[in-house]
């Protein structure tokens, strides 16, 4: 089971609520997915990704942006650097 498949495991299915990020908290877990391959804050990340609803207005838009390039490039990091 690859890094990614076990931390998407934890994070689960279960609906949450939760707040999106401001932009520069968005920036800030990206850095920490992408340059410290930070398992805290992928699994923020992708919670985020799950259960955040769809984004009102172009702030909100801009910060899911960041999540879901956190997303993505963690995914890959996961899954072929931490088997």
Known sequence: MSKFNQISKEVGWEPRDVRIPTLEEAETL????VT???????KRVLELKRFTPVSETSDHS???NVILEAFEKGKDIFERYHS
Request: contains cysteine; glycine residues 0%; aromatic residues 8%.
């Open 36 to 42: 410290r391959h930070c398992v805290t804050s992928f």
């Open 62 to 64: 801009r910060s899911m």
């Open 30 to 33: 990206r850095r920490m997915v």
